[in-house]
């Protein structure tokens, strides 16, 4: 059974930071690529950053270019995503799965809230 569970998430100042952390089970991580994705309060998901299975190749949405780090830790089925210079608009919950631009599994972990306010 496959398991996505998120955490790191918090309440933020404007320019802070967070790291998000993602712990895949049930599937052989290491061989898939994995990506971070958000929902924004009445907004529909988006996909924010993906890394292939290797880690060796990263992609980020334009929003997000330049303030977020994509990275994995294959021997412990962690994926990471480290947020730097947020602003209100990156609050969103934030959720990971496998996959570059389509997500794998249809049964999402539960997200982990990001909200960034002064």
């Known amino acids: 059974q496959v398991q996505l569970v998120e955490s790191g998430g918090g309440l933020v100042q404007p320019g802070g930071s967070l790291r998000l952390s993602c712990v895949a089970s049930?599937?052989?991580?290491?061989?898939?690529?994995m990506s971070w994705y958000r929902q924004a309060p009445g907004k529909e998901r988006e996909l924010v950053a993906s890394?292939?299975?290797?880690?060796?190749?990263?992609n980020f949405a334009e929003s997000v270019k330049g303030r977020f780090t994509i990275s994995r830790d294959n021997a412990k089925n962690t994926v990471y995503l480290q947020m730097n210079s947020l602003n209100p608009e990156d609050t969103a919950i934030y959720y990971c799965?496998?996959?570059?631009?389509?997500?794998?599994?249809?049964?999402w972990g539960q997200g982990t809230q990001v909200t960034v306010s002064s």
């Open positions: 890394i292939t299975s290797t880690g060796i190749s990263t």
């Open positions: 799965n496998a996959g570059l631009k389509i997500p794998v599994y249809t049964n």
């Open positions: 049930g599937f052989t991580f290491s061989l898939l690529s």
